[in-house]
């Protein structure tokens, strides 16, 4: 069975749902542009109607023919996107990690001030921090796209384009330009691409 | 002292509730099986029964009810017929998930094409996997008989599930016949009040119903599973019970009539068997071997005495009242099972299914007479020829 | 018999103690992203936080005559800022504190 490389989103329900879901289907839709099997959807368990719920949001990519494409959940993300930074304190948003993984955080604070939030950071190859809210404006309040939803509003319009820039940049798991193709607001794609402060961790 | 008295099922079913001591009824009318409700109504109404009779605003409603008043401790009764039964539908497997021993009389209507009012068991054979008992009487004395039973089964700590209990519409609930009322004493005895694991109690407060992740989900779905294999034996202790105090000779889940020399029988479960039994006894006279044997309890389904009692003969007909549209025996929902528990027996006798009594008519001697041609031609041909018949619509094959 | 693990049992037909108090399978305190902070100097004790509360985190402890605030399940919704009547109680940025920590391992 071929790697699968698992993306986690961690957002909130209803407030910032679309903008989480918008980074793990663009990162599946930006893969699938360089011919790789991909997956992107929503935790099914979860309860996303709830204002500020924390929901998770999955991407998978992988080289070969995704098996186990009915688990419910990432058991092992490589990758995990914070959309909102308060989170680092209600969950423990490594669960499951593998040793070396990467973690993008949408926040203005330095990577040290997150950090001190997770005991388990040892886990983290390295830490990505992206001012997403101050390059894109506020998060898209939107049900667009949920569960069969339409999307009138378009992926990656609001504050999960400077993310997507910044997993670009840290983990170099799908290529800029691909992004680019399937993302609405491009600026902001390569604001965030180039305004993310990476730290190395180990 | 017991006492003889003439009463149609529904008044048969209503004098049990009442024997049953129920505390809640839950009622909404649809024809055949309101009369039930109107026989309740009049012994609230005039103090014989002391129960809260509620109006509901539809069978969802019905049953809705009877899951909240039989949560907090009450034994509970309601019914219906036909779309009535299948507009309640969702409620099925909640109330038996939540293992709670509601008691549902559902006197058979067919399922409107469209507007029919006739009995025919696809109403209640629909629900046939919702996790409830089921069975049906023959006549208004065995319908009588069944609801005490049921309830007693139902209710016991290892069984804790809801039930069916069906009766033919207008043949059984309608038609009166003679019904022996038994003391009050005597199902006193049969039938000891409902012990609810968790009645409804201010001072340790429960969450019923609550929701859950997949990963518990089949955790309870194996607990029904595992309650429904118990049935069988609380079944029969109930029934040996029932036999006891009431001077009844059931068996538990098959009964058999004039099969000691069978060489072929009608395979049936509800009121048209009791003119099987007289068409059996003038086919016997003309010197055909042929017998009957009785289901009481589709739910559960008891392979083991299905598949001894019937492996005897050369061939049975399954005679259905029921059907499952493009099923794999092309009609009858009781032949699939009929088939399945045959498969492990030693010994398999030649099975077809007739589809009679459909949409609500009668099936006449006539009838019984022309389905004991077709087994009889199948065992000298050494085959059936088809998997259904509809009876008088086409020719022996 | 069926052979069900026992940290998969499940109690029978799902029937749960009610919580009494606290419910320990809904913590609510990490959907926070704004607190209210109180100014007990400006609070007078119109009790109002603790009416409006949708959660019933504002609690008045009687002794200390003071109302206190619930840090475990406060969703931030705010609506007890928005009713304080004398700006006693101010919004402020999750992170900004070290304490308030939830952290569950599982949503659910």
Not at chain 1, 80 to 92: E, L, P, Q, R
Not at chain 2, 177 to 192: H, N, Y
Not at chain 3, 21 to 40: A, F, L
Not at chain 3, 81 to 106: H, I, P, Q
Request: proline share 5%; hydrophobic share 40%.
């Amino acid at each position: 069975m071929a790697h699968v490389h698992e993306i986690t989103v961690w957002t909130r329900g209803v407030v910032k749902d679309k903008e989480g879901r918008d980074v793990a289907n663009a990162l599946a839709k930006a893969a699938d542009k360089e011919g790789r099997f991909t997956q992107a959807f929503d935790n099914y368990v979860d309860l996303p109607d709830r204002v500020n719920v924390p929901v998770r949001k999955y991407a998978r990519i992988s080289d070969e023919e995704i098996e186990m494409r009915y688990d419910y959940e990432n058991e092992k993300p490589e990758v995990v996107v914070v959309v909102d930074a308060t989170m680092v304190k209600g969950m423990n948003i490594l669960r499951g990690m593998n040793k070396g993984g990467v973690l993008v955080v949408n926040t203005d604070r330095k990577p040290e001030d997150i950090l001190k939030f997770i005991p388990n950071k040892d886990l983290l190859k390295a830490i990505a921090c992206v001012d997403a809210d101050g390059i894109a404006g506020t998060a898209t309040v939107d049900f667009s796209g949920s569960e069969g939803g339409v999307d009138a509003v378009g992926l990656g319009a609001g504050i999960a384009a400077p993310l997507l820039g910044a997993v670009a940049r840290a983990t170099g798991l799908v290529k800029l330009e691909n992004l680019a193709a399937v993302v609405k607001n491009k600026e902001a794609l390569y604001r965030g691409h180039e305004q993310t402060v990476v730290q190395t961790i180990n | 002292m017991a006492k003889e008295v003439t009463l149609s099922g529904c008044a048969a079913a209503a004098q049990a509730v009442k024997m049953a001591k129920v505390d809640v009824i839950c009622s909404y009318p649809i024809r055949p099986y309101t009369a039930a409700m109107m026989e309740l109504a009049k012994m609230v109404a005039n103090g014989e029964l002391d129960a809260e009779f509620i109006h509901g605003e539809g069978e969802h409603a019905q049953l809705s009810v009877c899951y909240g008043a039989s949560a907090a401790g009450a034994r509970t009764f309601t019914g219906s017929s036909g779309v009535g039964v299948t507009y309640a539908f969702e409620t099925y497997s909640p109330i038996s998930g939540a293992r709670l021993p509601v008691q549902m009389m559902i006197a058979d209507r067919t399922l409107d094409p469209p507007g029919d009012f006739g009995s025919e068991h696809t109403d209640a054979m629909s629900c046939r996997d919702q996790g409830w008992l089921m069975g049906w009487a023959e006549t208004p004395q065995e319908a009588f008989d069944n609801h005490l039973i049921n309830y007693r089964v139902g209710e016991d700590p290892r069984v804790m599930l809801p039930q069916f209990v069906c009766q033919d519409g207008y043949f059984v609930s309608h038609l009166p016949g003679k019904v022996t009322l038994p003391d009050q004493s005597q199902v006193d005895e049969f039938l000891p009040p409902y012990k609810p694991p968790h009645a409804l109690d201010t001072k340790k407060p429960v969450s019923h119903g609550p929701q859950i992740r997949p990963d518990q989900g089949v955790i309870m779905d194996l607990q029904r599973a595992q309650a429904f294999l118990d049935v069988p034996k609380v079944i029969r202790g109930a029934i040996d019970d029932f036999n006891r105090i009431f001077g009844r000779r059931y068996s538990p889940f098959v009964e058999e009539y004039q099969t000691d020399d069978a060489d072929v029988v009608f395979f049936i479960q509800g009121a048209h068997a009791l003119t099987a039994r007289h068409a059996i006894k003038h086919l016997r006279g003309k010197g055909l071997k042929i017998g009957l044997v009785k289901l009481r309890f589709v739910r559960p389904f008891p392979t083991e005495e299905v598949a001894e009692a019937l492996s005897k003969f050369k061939a049975v007909g399954v005679v259905e009242t029921s059907t499952s549209y493009g099923g794999a025996m092309r009609g009858g929902n009781l032949l699939h099972e009929v088939r399945a528990a045959l498969y492990d027996a030693p010994k398999r006798p030649l099975t077809t299914s007739f589809m009679a009594g459909m949409g609500g008519e009668v099936i006449p001697l006539q009838e019984f007479y022309w389905m004991a041609e077709v087994l009889a031609k199948a065992v000298k041909d050494g085959r059936v020829g088809k998997y259904v018949y509809w009876v008088g619509f086409e020719q022996a094959a | 018999m069926f052979d069900i693990p026992k940290e998969r049992e499940v109690p029978f037909a799902g029937v749960t103690p009610a919580p009494v108090g606290e419910q320990p399978m809904m913590i609510t305190g990490n959907w926070r992203t704004y607190r209210p902070v109180i100014d007990h100097e400006k609070c007078n004790l119109c009790m109002n936080c603790v009416i409006f509360c949708p959660d019933a985190c504002w609690q008045l402890n009687e002794a200390e005559e003071e109302v206190v605030w619930n840090s475990k399940y406060c969703k931030g919704c705010l609506i007890c800022v928005n009713e304080c009547t004398t700006a006693a109680l101010t919004k402020t940025y999750e992170l900004d504190f070290e304490d308030g920590v939830v952290r569950l391992e599982k949503l659910f």
